[in-house]
Each structure stands twice: as C-alpha cells, then as structure tokens.
C-alpha cells in the first residue's frame, strides 16, 4: 500500500493566522493532490502537483497555496484562514496506471477549524 | 465546467439485496471511472475501476460503464451492513484530476 499520511490530524484556529498542512509520501509517486470535502458538495480539487515545483490550481484555489520542494513532501497553506475555510481536508497520490489512470490514494485526512 | 451527479440518498436496502448507486457524468471525453466507499469520519477507499462500456464484477460489486449515455453504475450484491457508507462517483480524461460526485449515502438495514 502507498504511504501517505497528513499532519496535523485536527487543528483549531482562528481567523486570519496563517496554517501549512502538511502530506508526506514515501513511495516517489509524480501526482499529489489536496481537496476539501464539505457536506454537499463532496471532493473539491485545491491545488495539485505533477513534480517538485510543478503545482497547478484547481477549482477552488482562492486562499490557497502550495508548495512541493521534495518528491515526497506537498504542503498547503492557508494564507490568512476564513471560517469558511473550515472543512476536513485530504491529500491524495495518483496510483498512476498510465494514460487512464488506477485512481488515487487518500491520507487520513485533517480537520480543520477556523474560529 | 465537467460534473459528475450522484443522488445523495439516504439510499435504504435490506440486508442480503442488491444496492445499486447511479452516477452519470457531463464530459464526453471521459475515459476513466472509479467507485470509491467512505464511512463516516474515514477516508475516501477506492473499490472499484471501470475504462470500458459493459459490466466488471470484482466479489460482490459489479461496475456498469455506458459511454453513449454518460452513465456509470455500481451494483452490490448481498449487500451488508458493512456495506453502509458514501460511494463517490469519480471520472477523469487522462489518469489524472478526476472530478468526484458529491457522494450517495447507503444504508443496509439488519
């Protein structure tokens, strides 16, 4: 099974500070991910990386960035938190089968809280 | 903008029946479709991976893909309580962004 775990697991914090979520992979895998999932409105893409220093937006990027200095490391930060910003948050890597793809892994996820 | 829709449910079956969980997606240029199981307060699993029209059985869960109709179904068969939680659509062009639904809450009842 592909490691890949995210840190922290909950975090509470107040509006307007500044938060990196932290996912962590240990088998080399190209393609990382972050999304948001709020209740209706399921995964929502934020950014994504296809290599060190190569990320893209996705679609719901405001607010957001990322970084990725390591194959093995892909942050996210909230530059300045919103409590709508408040959601449960998942990295994950792309299984990578080729042209149509095997799906993705998912870490264990973080809730976050923005009071 | 490309969508995948999923009913939300609750979808309720008895014990021992046939769950089926629809999805249908609005990017013709799809060629990629994946179930994937999420209980509550846990991560999304995928359990399922469909490329091509017609049926994949794996166990109890078959995937069905039509293309013309833009339409992916998951059949469960002998469904158990087990079986209870958020199946997520997800579709994709080229092995990677895949869009998801918003999910279909099942509840297998003893």
């Known amino acids: 099974d592909a490691g890949i775990t995210q840190s922290p697991r909950h975090k509470v914090t107040e509006t307007g500070t500044p938060v990196t979520l932290r996912c962590h992979q240990t088998?080399?895998?190209?393609?990382m991910y972050w999304y948001r999932q709020d209740p209706g409105h399921g995964l929502r893409l934020i950014h994504y990386?296809?290599?060190?220093?190569?990320?893209d937006k996705g679609e719901v990027s405001d607010g957001y960035s990322v970084s990725r200095s390591k194959t093995e490391d892909f942050l996210l930060t909230l530059e300045s938190a919103t409590s709508s910003q408040t959601s449960v948050y998942f990295c994950?890597?792309?299984?990578?089968?080729?042209?149509?793809?095997?799906?993705?892994?998912f870490g264990s996820g973080t809730r976050l809280t923005v009071v | 903008q490309k969508e995948v829709e999923q009913n939300s449910g609750p979808l309720s079956v008895p014990e021992g029946a046939i769950a089926s969980l629809n999805c249908t997606y609005s990017?013709?240029?799809?060629?990629?479709f994946f179930w994937y199981r999420q209980y509550s307060g846990k991560s999304p699993e995928l359990i399922m991976s469909?490329?091509?029209?017609g049926d994949k059985e794996d166990g109890r869960f078959t995937a069905q893909l039509n293309k013309a109709s833009q339409y992916v179904s998951l059949l469960i068969r002998d469904s158990q309580p087990s079986d209870s939680a958020t199946y997520l659509c997800?579709?994709?062009?080229?092995?990677?962004?895949?869009?998801f639904g918003p999910g279909t809450r099942l509840s297998v009842l003893p």
């Open positions: 469909i490329y091509s029209n």
């Open positions: 994950a890597i792309s299984l990578e089968g080729g042209g149509t793809g095997d799906g993705y892994t």
């Open positions: 990017d013709r240029v799809s060629q990629s």
């Open positions: 088998e080399n895998h190209r393609y």
């Open positions: 990386s296809y290599g060190v220093k190569d990320t």
């Open positions: 997800a579709a994709g062009r080229d092995g990677q962004n895949f869009v």
